[in-house]
């Protein structure tokens, strides 16, 4: 299995917006193989229709997208619904819970639709809430907690399935910067124990804590370089948040 | 996911807005409650009238004598005697499309027993009267062919005659009574027959032997018969019973072509019928101001499961960017417009059971509650939910992820 995690080639997205072809990503060409990897890009870059390409949310107009090797660029909506379900992970900057659901019932979802029975579906969920660090909160609705939790349970998630992939969508983009540091704390863990994590982003502040960034313009990839992390440490409660070293 | 977990996820989603999901419900439910309280009191009012039909006697035909007119005044049927005792034996052996015939005379009168009296009905007959009737003894016997002959003075008394003069539960054969002041002697009391479509007490009677009855209670005429004539037609073709009794007895008069007949037939199996239509008609009525409460609940279903969709546009999202299939989504909000409706039918089915019941103890109207409309209204309700949810299920799994993901 030497083939990478995801790799995409030539990939084209164009939309029709009225009489205007936009072209959304322009021969694309990206393989991703672990890392904590975020996608920058000011908006209309081009980053969210490549983070809805490599989730399987969407189909490149033109070029193959090989996941795990495998082409799902040209698969239907049944077989992309069962690799999103099986493969990725997804954490949206707006958490997207279930409102009147508890955490664990939220966890549970992605196994629901995989259809793991209900004893084993409990046990993944509370395991995955321990992960994120709520394991004293399973059974807290979404109201009930505050927006870092909230994005913990999504984080449990996009984790319980034991899926390669995590998709990120501006993940921090709702929460102060205290707890988005805690965020990407957790996801810094996440990443060193295996995880390949895609994040996109557009706070320069948050791809500091990637191990590898690939800017965005146009459609095109502007720039792809490996960096050295920045490492999440959570300030002491006293001290100002936000500040990093 | 299995069919119970759908099922599962939809009772979740419905939990979640108890308020809105109960007010859904309610369209079915006044829908359902509706259909089972107005075919259950449409059924009790057919039921009652077949029931009474029945006590009267199947395939009756009634043959009654003509009318008499003096100097432009008419007199009505019966008021002139036309039949004779002749006619009634010619209709029994000379037309093989009457199964039994026998004569009823009629007359009112007091009758005493030693300690009570009692105004009632005297009827005059013959034993087949019983048959035409289907009308059994609870004690004793019935009239015999000798009590006519012989002219006994012997009476069969109806339950609440019996109950008048002997009290309730008393055993009257064997008995005097005095009829017109005449003494008999009871030799049954005919089994309880209940009220007639038109609420006469069939039971508030007492009949003697037709011999009898001309000596002792009616005198006159003995050549003609001075009632009426009932007759069982020998199958449910009524019809041709009264076609071929009219012909014979336009014969026996020697009536000329043109000529009106000197008698008159009621077909009591087509008054019957006709009662009925009457109340089928009401109950199909009912039942299409049901169907329409159906409609209109269904369509508040849509209603809701439309502006369900939209509001949770973002968690269908969600649940597809987590791995939904398609028709997952849809067999989701089908099940919550079918679990809405099925319910909405389930509680309407008892409301509906609740409100007929309570109609019908409170105006006394009698009640059918058929098991066999109960379940159509259910299966129709979760029909109703299907047919309905069907739409926008479908718009629900139709949504596109990525624009369900970011709808505000």
Redesign the interface.
Known sequence: MNAPLIHLEKVCKTYRMGEEVVHALQDVTLDINGGLVAIMGASGSGKSTMM?VI?C??RPSSGSYFLEGQDVSKMG??AL??I???TI??V?QSF?L????SAI?NVE??L????VSGKERKRRAEEALKRVGLGARIHHHPNQLSGGQQQRVAIA?AIVSKSKLLMADEPTGNLDSRTSIEIMALFQELWREGMTIVLVTHEPDIAAFASRVVVMKDGEVLTDREQEPVVAVVPPPASRPGVMT | MNPFQTFRVALRALLRNKMRSFLTCLGMIIGVSAVIAMVAIGEGAKARVEEAFAAMGTNLLIVMAGSSSMGGVQGGSGSQPTLTWEDLKAIQSEVSSVKYAAPQLRSNGQVMSEEQNWGTQIYGTTPEYFKIRSWAVSSGSLLTQSDGDTGAKVAVLGQTVADKLFGVGSSPVGQNIRIKNIPFTVVGVLAKKGQSAMGQDYDDALFIPVSTFGSKIQGGLKKYLSGSIMVQAATSDTARTQADVTALLRDRHRLADGIDDDFSIRNLAEIASAQQEGTKTMTSLLAAVAAVSLLVGGIGIMNIMLVSVTERTREIGLRMAIGARRYQIMAQFLVESLTLAFFGGLIGVAVGVGTATWLSSSFGWSLLIRPDVVAISVVFSALTGVIFGLYPARKASRLDPIDALRYE
Do not use: M
């Open positions: 809805n989730g949310l969407d909506h049944n619904a069962d999103r379900n099986r992970g997804f949206f997207h279930l409102s009147r659901t019932e979802l992605p629901v639709y995989a259809g998630r």
